[in-house]
């Protein structure tokens, strides 16, 4: 998943997406502050001028009230005349009453709407104080808090004086049922309010009928996210409030979100319909690139792929095929050149064996090990005889430089007949180890001695020896990267050799060169160490080494799987005793049955712990493949159990397994979950020369 994630495709498709996506986001979002801004203060603005409105409305009727009172007070016949009282209430319905005061308070003339016209009545005004207040200060008119009457329903006392002197008062009773339901049934959208309170911060109108007569103490709206706009009513010394809830100031806001959402949308999926289509059309080729080169990797050879485009892309496409033909042609020679060596090499009747400068043996092919038997451990030297306590006189191995050596010796067999062997050695040019090896062509030639008709047929077995000394240890893929790196090398030295060595390409080419060849080293060396039969050793090694060795065996295998191989190593870890090459069995055991057990998994993983603990060293070998059924586990080390389907497995590699890590005092224990992998963790005791 990770590897998808960082391909081109990918990044591409990103890329698209936010381009489309994240600038259409950032003009959105821009244009929603500022309108958001602009819709708050226009909605501010018009809510304050609905406000003053409504006061202003409020305000007028009241100063017409008050202008009639005045009119009728200024009258000369307002005394005696009763008629222009009952004009003032036709006029005006909101007034239920009409009274004209003396100095101190009592009626002097009463005019009702419903109720008889009694100048004895109870007292008009509740306090005197409004009286006093009228004329001391002299002012043109005045009026009472808001009073309720015997049915609950609001009213105010409103006074004006009748005579400069103030001798006498007109009044008039105000009820208020009118202004409330004006102020009660002005239309507001959402859920916006429009309230009056009197100077006593009462709520005398409100929409919401059960807070009236309520004290406003700033807690009466439930939206504490609104705008409060008020308009005073001076005449009255009232107040005019409207509450408006920031959600329906801005509603046209949400409007425009959604809509613009929605077209917002609509250009993102429109986007990355064209970001996915340019993402496909420019990397579908280089996926189909990435294809082959997938294909040549794990060994197999792709068809020629279709030249579809003329840009760099089907240079590449075209480049890529022509590489596909020659490196195929190159592997077939090679392949021929290897089965033909080997049969040769394994079929001839000749001896051979490579020898290193200490006179060891590498290498030895099936006819010699048929001689010499189980003696591949002892110095060429003592290949047909214990008595040789030197190298072979004249030795090459022991001269700073040689062609060949040709000498002959004998050996009695197992029937007590000498046998005459013929002993050459051959330089090797190209080595696999540091220092001088030497290629041993060990010949039978004791019918030969009686028949000297096959001396030519010797030849051609000499000859086959010397070409088999330049191909006993090749390998493919390093072998070919040297033959083109040398082959590279030589034309451009013909081209050119001064620039070749200013450049320093020259160190490249023989870098690469000398590092392949250390790597067929390095791959036959450890093959050959882990194929060498021996007897139970113990020695003292590192677990390290034995499980880089095992890697390297399973290299090919694991990079033909494609599977991840995570390797951590704990700081200090001690030494151990035991088989080492017992332990990389072990070892390589447990990884191939992890990679079988990967095999159908999209990204096969591996992970190799090797820790320090306390009883010397614990190696777990982890995989994320189908993982073992819980009903397998207690017979997973049985001999000759398996899981595997037939022909893959004997079922003895764990059980082997399980008796090496025993013999060597150890323990191996198996952890796994069906569907999610399985872990094999071997724990091996410290050596003994270790201090605790």
Not at 154 to 172: M, Q, R, T
Not at 353 to 362: G, P, T
Request: proline share 4%; with cysteine.
């Amino acid at each position: 998943m990770k590897q998808k994630l960082h391909s081109i495709r990918y990044k591409v498709l990103l890329f698209g997406l936010i381009m489309s996506s994240i600038p259409l986001v950032l003009i959105s979002g821009y244009y929603l502050l500022v309108m958001s801004s602009q819709v708050e203060d226009t909605a501010a603005q018009s809510q304050k001028l609905r406000v003053e409105s409504v006061a202003s409305s409020i305000s007028d009727h009241v100063n017409h009230i008050f202008e009639r009172m005045e009119i009728v007070g200024n009258s000369v016949a307002t005394l005696e005349d009763t008629g222009v009282y009952y004009d003032l209430l036709n006029q005006q319905e909101s007034i239920d009453e009409i009274v004209l005061l003396n100095d101190t308070g009592d009626v002097l003339r009463r005019v009702s709407r419903f109720n008889l016209n009694d100048t004895n009545a109870e007292p008009w005004l509740d306090d005197q104080s409004l009286l006093n207040e009228l004329k001391g200060d002299q002012i043109d008119h005045i009026f009472s808090g808001v009073k309720f009457n015997e049915y609950g329903q609001p009213y105010v006392h409103l006074l004006v004086p009748v005579s400069e002197d103030f001798a006498n008062a007109l009044g008039v009773k105000l009820h208020l049922q009118k202004l409330i339901g004006d102020v009660s049934s002005h239309y507001l959208d959402g859920d916006s309010v429009m309230y009056l309170r009197d100077q006593d911060e009462r709520i005398i109108a409100h929409q919401d009928y059960s807070k009236l007569w309520q004290i406003d103490d700033g807690q009466l709206s439930s939206d504490n996210t609104g705008i409060i706009t008020t308009a005073p009513i001076e005449e009255l010394n009232w107040e005019l409030a409207m509450e408006q809830p920031r959600s329906d100031m801005l509603s046209p806001v949400y409007g425009m979100l959604t809509r613009g959402g929605l077209v917002a949308a609509a250009m993102i999926l429109f986007g990355s319909v064209i970001s996915i289509y340019a993402g496909l059309y420019f990397v579908k080729p280089i996926e189909k690139l990435q294809s082959g080169m997938r294909y040549v990797k794990t060994g197999y050879w792709p068809d020629e792929m279709p030249v579809e485009r003329r840009d760099e892309f089907g240079e590449l496409t075209r480049a890529f095929n022509e590489m596909n033909k020659e490196i195929q042609q190159k592997e077939r020679s090679l392949e021929q050149e290897k089965e033909r060596l080997s049969i040769v090499v394994n079929s001839m009747e000749a001896g051979l064996a490579v020898i290193r400068k200490d006179y060891s043996i590498a290498w030895m092919n099936p006819t010699l090990k048929g001689w010499i038997g189980e003696r591949s451990e002892v110095p060429c030297f003592q290949m047909f005889s214990d008595h040789n306590d030197s190298p072979c006189y004249s030795c090459p191995l022991s001269e700073t430089t040689f062609e060949k050596m040709d000498e002959t010796l004998t050996k009695t067999d197992e029937n007590g007949e000498q046998r005459i062997y013929r002993h050459r050695v051959f330089p090797l040019q190209h080595t696999l180890e540091e220092g001088e090896e030497a290629l041993v062509v060990m010949e039978d030639i004791t019918e030969e001695k009686r028949l000297e008709e096959k001396l030519i047929q010797t030849d051609k077995l000499s000859a086959l020896g010397r070409m088999a000394s330049s191909f006993a240890h090749e390998v493919n893929n390093p072998l070919a990267s040297v033959q083109v790196y040398a082959e590279d090398l030589t034309d451009r030295l013909e081209e050119d050799r001064e620039e070749l060595l200013d450049s320093g390409d020259m160190d490249h080419y023989l870098h690469v060169i000398r590092k392949n060849i250390h790597r067929c080293k390095e791959i036959t060396a450890n093959l050959l160490n882990f194929s060498r039969q021996s007897s139970w050793k113990i020695t003292t090694f590192s677990v390290e080494d034995v499980m880089n060795e095992s890697l390297m065996l399973m290299e090919h295998n694991l990079k033909k799987h494609g599977i991840k191989v995570t390797v951590k190593v704990g700081d200090h870890l001690p030494p151990l005793d035991g088989d080492p090459l017992k332990t990389s069995q072990v070892f390589v055991n447990l990884l191939q049955n992890a990679i079988d057990a990967m095999s159908d998994q999209a990204d096969p993983q591996m992970m190799i712990f090797m820790e320090k603990v306390t009883e010397g060293v614990a190696i777990s070998v982890k995989d994320n493949g189908s993982g073992i059924p819980e009903e397998y586990i207690p017979k997973l080390f049985d001999p000759f159990f398996t899981s595997k389907p037939t022909g893959q497995g004997t079922g003895l590699g764990l059980s082997v397994c399980y008796g090496i890590v025993e013999q060597m005092n150890g323990t191996l224990e198996v952890d796994s979950e069906q569907g999610k992998g399985t872990t094999f963790k071997v724990v091996l005791p410290k050596s003994r020369s270790i201090n605790d």
